[in-house]
């Protein structure tokens, strides 16, 4: 009876609290709103709240199969759902012919997804495979928005499909149902009893448990681990797949755009708050979440307040859990440590004449490329030049965050757009001067991001970057909205001009706008590698590499999270106020997470342990979609981004930059042998065990990963063949 009863105790305690907060309470007649929310509105959530359940339990059953956080997981239901809907209002497919096609073509895509992009990652970190999944995002992502141009030519509308079901219909208060709502609760139901059955009476069930339990240890003992993972990803495909199409019957699905983030979202909630592991407490969390949403909806016209009830869920739910997400969160740890953020050039190589030669020549080429692209993009092209510096700005700030101290964020862009609106706020409102808008712009995304950053305190990995994510909804939708916030945007109509520097300096034209982006990011990088180098940088390393191992050091790692996040927050806010003086206004759309999960891509793309690595991101995400012979960026770069990010996480761990540094030491092969050098710095094999300076591995074997410094010298004897040589 305990479980009951505490359910009735929970059911009625958000009743309460949403009649109060949006409504009146009945009886004692308590509450911010007019009349209280009819009992209809409660019941359509609860129905549409089921449909986020589905989704749930697919992320559930692929994070018992792989330990990693399917952020695809929507997309996967989505390509199959608007393909079949498309077939339904296009072509006149019966619902059922249409449902089942969906459902088949589901399981075929999980099972491709698992086979090609998964199971290559198996060895690899949870953490990488998590990143993998923001990536097959994307490219779903891609394919949701051309499927129905591809099938039916422009059909680009947001529909609500009739069904078989649409003509019964029946009253709940002042809410009218209709036969749709009973058979999503009927079908739901039945998932949950076929689900028991699929995972307690079958093979595969069995196997899918004890995969759950010890993955290597199933696998071991002989058990179809593989074919059983295949078989769980296309499952988990065809249920997001049927709540989707479903969805369509009672709210309707946008055609032409992209509906998974947010379905994922709140999904996403639903399987956190079940600690990825109960269906059936994740079903009363989704139907507890689609509650919540109706009822802002309904009292408020629009969903953007359920992105901030979210997000403060969310972060009180991992503060209760956090005993289990610290202990779960060190499978994915680590994910990107082999990616060598420093990778100095051997000490005996650096003085060469040639190699000097060669160094200064890269910096005179890439500075001159850098500072004419106004000149040799085009007419027309001048503002990406000063977008592509803010972007580059964004991402050496996740290096610090991400790269540096582990922490991954996938709403980084809503420190940006704290930093747009108050830009904007301060321009249009007080005509601030410039240089103390960047000041007051870079405390408030400092001040935001230590708040944001508090779960890192007992969190990290993946399951910090769902916080992150629910961040980046709550600040588009809440904190950039005129409705809540009217003081955090320009007035309206009004117009964020550009800064005239010393009194005569303008910088109206995108060509000097560009070169003043392009000083604060070369201050940017500056600071960044300052950081790295000190102290305080080492021992954020460390604390990422072995956070035990840390502690024992005395590293004070709560402390190094928390300002690092605060810095972090600080130069992407700064890079926001640029952002709102170089558009000339502050869009809440232009602040969102799909921005932000593109800004992650795209210095994971890079190298996210490296300042070059996020410059390398900025230009290829900007400048690949925009060649002559490419058209639609938007498109283009959802392709680009998606397939460059599973490419680099497949070929080059390390991003672009270790392709770079490769190329590198290569040419120093070649000059040391022409040289009779000796240098065993640049071996294959031995390059990451001598950095100069740089943290110390004491080996995969032992308990005390990475702590403290070392300066090594050069090989004996390599000093007197350098003299030899002509230095």
């Given at each position: 009876?305990?479980?009951?009863?505490?359910?009735?105790?929970?059911?009625?305690?958000?009743?309460?609290?949403?009649?109060?907060?949006?409504?009146?309470?009945?009886?004692?007649?308590?509450?911010?709103?007019?009349?209280?929310?009819?009992?209809?509105?409660?019941?359509?959530?609860?129905?549409?709240?089921?449909?986020?359940?589905?989704?749930?339990?697919?992320?559930?059953?692929?994070?018992?199969?792989?330990?990693?956080?399917?952020?695809?997981?929507?997309?996967?239901?989505?390509?199959?759902?608007?393909?079949?809907?498309?077939?339904?209002?296009?072509?006149?497919?019966?619902?059922?012919?249409?449902?089942?096609?969906?459902?088949?073509?589901?399981?075929?895509?999980?099972?491709?997804?698992?086979?090609?992009?998964?199971?290559?990652?198996?060895?690899?970190?949870?953490?990488?495979?998590?990143?993998?999944?923001?990536?097959?995002?994307?490219?779903?992502?891609?394919?949701?928005?051309?499927?129905?141009?591809?099938?039916?030519?422009?059909?680009?509308?947001?529909?609500?499909?009739?069904?078989?079901?649409?003509?019964?219909?029946?009253?709940?208060?002042?809410?009218?149902?209709?036969?749709?709502?009973?058979?999503?609760?009927?079908?739901?139901?039945?998932?949950?009893?076929?689900?028991?059955?699929?995972?307690?009476?079958?093979?595969?069930?069995?196997?899918?448990?004890?995969?759950?339990?010890?993955?290597?240890?199933?696998?071991?003992?002989?058990?179809?681990?593989?074919?059983?993972?295949?078989?769980?990803?296309?499952?988990?495909?065809?249920?997001?797949?049927?709540?989707?199409?479903?969805?369509?019957?009672?709210?309707?699905?946008?055609?032409?755009?992209s509906i998974g983030p947010a379905v994922l979202l709140l999904g996403l909630i639903a399987a956190v708050i079940a600690r990825m592991d109960s269906f059936a407490v994740a079903l009363v969390a989704a139907v507890g979440i689609g509650v919540v949403d109706q009822v802002v909806v309904f009292s408020t016209r629009n969903s953007a307040a359920?992105?901030?009830?979210?997000?403060?869920?969310?972060?009180?739910?991992?503060?209760f859990q956090r005993n289990l997400w610290q202990h779960r969160s060190g499978d994915d740890a680590g994910g990107f440590q082999s990616s060598d953020d420093s990778a100095p050039m051997p000490r005996i190589m650096r003085g060469l004449p040639e190699v000097r030669a060669l160094r200064t020549a890269g910096w005179v080429l890439g500075i001159?490329?850098?500072?004419?692209?106004?000149?040799?993009?085009?007419?027309?092209?001048?503002?990406?030049?000063?977008?592509?510096?803010?972007?580059?700005?964004?991402?050496?700030?996740?290096?610090?965050?991400?790269?540096?101290?582990?922490?991954?964020?996938?709403?980084?862009?809503?420190?940006?757009?704290?930093?747009?609106?108050?830009?904007?706020?301060?321009?249009?409102?007080?005509?601030?001067?410039?240089?103390?808008?960047?000041?007051?712009?870079?405390?408030?995304?400092?001040?935001?991001?230590?708040?944001?950053?508090?779960?890192?305190?007992?969190?990290?990995?993946?399951?910090?970057?769902?916080?992150?994510?629910?961040?980046?909804?709550?600040?588009?939708?809440?904190?950039?909205?005129?409705?809540?916030?009217?003081?955090?945007?320009?007035?309206?109509?009004?117009?964020?001009?550009?800064?005239?520097?010393?009194?005569?300096?303008?910088?109206?034209?995108?060509?000097?706008?560009?070169?003043?982006?392009?000083?604060?990011?070369?201050?940017?990088?500056?600071?960044?590698?300052?950081?790295?180098?000190?102290?305080?940088?080492?021992?954020?390393?460390?604390?990422?590499?072995?956070?035990?191992?840390?502690?024992?050091?005395?590293?004070?790692?709560?402390?190094?999270?928390?300002?690092?996040?605060?810095?972090?927050?600080?130069?992407?806010?700064?890079?926001?106020?640029?952002?709102?003086?170089?558009?000339?206004?502050?869009?809440?759309?232009?602040?969102?997470?799909?921005?932000?999960?593109?800004?992650?891509?795209?210095?994971?793309?890079?190298?996210?342990?490296?300042?070059?690595?996020?410059?390398?991101?900025?230009?290829?995400?900007?400048?690949?979609?925009?060649?002559?012979?490419?058209?639609?960026?938007?498109?283009?770069?959802?392709?680009?981004?998606?397939?460059?990010?599973?490419?680099?996480?497949?070929?080059?761990?390390?991003?672009?930059?270790?392709?770079?540094?490769?190329?590198?030491?290569?040419?120093?092969?070649?000059?040391?042998?022409?040289?009779?050098?000796?240098?065993?710095?640049?071996?294959?094999?031995?390059?990451?065990?001598?950095?100069?300076?740089?943290?110390?591995?004491?080996?995969?074997?032992?308990?005390?990963?990475?702590?403290?410094?070392?300066?090594?010298?050069?090989?004996?004897?390599?000093?007197?063949?350098?003299?030899?040589?002509?230095?």
């Amino acid at each position: 009876m305990t479980y009951p009863l505490a359910g009735l105790g929970a059911a009625f305690a958000l009743y309460a609290c949403l009649q109060i907060l949006f409504g009146r309470l009945p009886l004692l007649d308590l509450g911010f709103g007019r009349a209280p929310v009819p009992a209809g509105i409660f019941a359509y959530g609860a129905v549409v709240g089921s449909l986020y359940a589905l989704v749930a339990f697919g992320l559930i059953l692929t994070y018992r199969a792989n330990r990693a956080i399917n952020f695809a997981q929507a997309g996967m239901g989505a390509v199959p759902a608007v393909g079949a809907l498309v077939l339904v209002f296009a072509r006149g497919w019966p619902f059922f012919a249409a449902l089942a096609a969906a459902v088949v073509v589901a399981l075929a895509l999980g099972a491709v997804i698992e086979r090609q992009v998964i199971r290559p990652f198996e060895h690899s970190p949870r953490l990488v495979v998590s990143v993998a999944t923001i990536g097959l995002s994307l490219l779903l992502a891609f394919f949701e928005i051309k499927v129905p141009g591809w099938l039916a030519g422009d059909l680009l509308t947001s529909v609500r499909l009739d069904t078989p079901f649409s003509t019964f219909t029946f009253d709940i208060g002042e809410v009218r149902f209709t036969g749709d709502a009973l058979f999503t609760v009927v079908v739901v139901i039945l998932t949950m009893v076929w689900l028991r059955w699929f995972l307690l009476r079958t093979s595969v069930g069995l196997t899918a448990r004890a995969m759950a339990e010890n993955g290597d240890r199933a696998a071991g003992l002989g058990l179809a681990v593989r074919g059983t993972s295949m078989t769980i990803w296309g499952v988990a495909a065809a249920l997001s797949t049927i709540g989707i199409f479903l969805r369509a019957g009672l709210v309707g699905v946008p055609i032409g755009s992209s509906i998974g983030p947010a379905v994922l979202l709140l999904g996403l909630i639903a399987a956190v708050i079940a600690r990825m592991d109960s269906f059936a407490v994740a079903l009363v969390a989704a139907v507890g979440i689609g509650v919540v949403d109706q009822v802002v909806v309904f009292s408020t016209r629009n969903s953007a307040a359920t992105y901030a009830v979210m997000f403060a869920v969310l972060v009180t739910v991992l503060f209760f859990q956090r005993n289990l997400w610290q202990h779960r969160s060190g499978d994915d740890a680590g994910g990107f440590q082999s990616s060598d953020d420093s990778a100095p050039m051997p000490r005996i190589m650096r003085g060469l004449p040639e190699v000097r030669a060669l160094r200064t020549a890269g910096w005179v080429l890439g500075i001159a490329i850098t500072v004419s692209a106004p000149w040799w993009l085009g007419p027309g092209r001048e503002s990406l030049a000063g977008r592509f510096a803010i972007l580059a700005m964004v991402g050496v700030s996740l290096v610090m965050l991400t790269g540096w101290a582990g922490q991954v964020s996938l709403g980084q862009f809503g420190f940006v757009g704290v930093g747009a609106g108050v830009a904007g706020s301060l321009v249009t409102r007080f005509d601030t001067d410039f240089f103390v808008v960047l000041v007051i712009a870079a405390a408030a995304g400092a001040l935001l991001a230590v708040l944001v950053g508090l779960p890192a305190l007992w969190t990290r990995g993946m399951f910090l970057a769902v916080t992150t994510l629910a961040f980046g909804f709550a600040v588009q939708f809440v904190l950039l909205n005129r409705d809540y916030v009217p003081w955090l945007l320009p007035e309206r109509g009004a117009f964020v001009e550009r800064p005239v520097l010393f009194g005569s300096l303008s910088t109206a034209d995108d060509r000097t706008f560009y070169w003043l982006t392009l000083l604060f990011l070369a201050a940017t990088i500056g600071f960044a590698r300052a950081l790295r180098r000190s102290h305080a940088g080492q021992k954020l390393i460390a604390a990422r590499d072995n956070p035990l191992a840390a502690k024992a050091f005395a590293i004070e790692i709560n402390r190094a999270r928390l300002v690092t996040f605060a810095v972090s927050g600080g130069i992407a806010a700064i890079a926001g106020a640029l952002l709102a003086y170089q558009r000339g206004s502050v869009d809440a759309s232009g602040y969102g997470p799909l921005q932000s999960v593109d800004v992650f891509v795209m210095t994971v793309i890079g190298g996210i342990s490296s300042v070059g690595g996020a410059i390398a991101g900025a230009v290829v995400v900007l400048l690949v979609p925009v060649l002559p012979w490419l058209e639609n960026f938007d498109e283009v770069q959802l392709l680009t981004t998606s397939l460059g990010l599973l490419f680099v996480l497949s070929v080059l761990p390390g991003g672009l930059m270790d392709a770079f540094h490769q190329v590198r030491d290569s040419l120093l092969r070649v000059i040391a042998r022409r040289r009779g050098l000796s240098v065993p710095e640049l071996s294959r094999g031995d390059r990451d065990s001598v950095e100069v300076p740089d943290v110390v591995s004491l080996g995969a074997d032992t308990d005390l990963g990475v702590i403290g410094t070392v300066e090594r010298d050069p090989p004996e004897g390599s000093e007197r063949e350098l003299e030899r040589s002509g230095r």
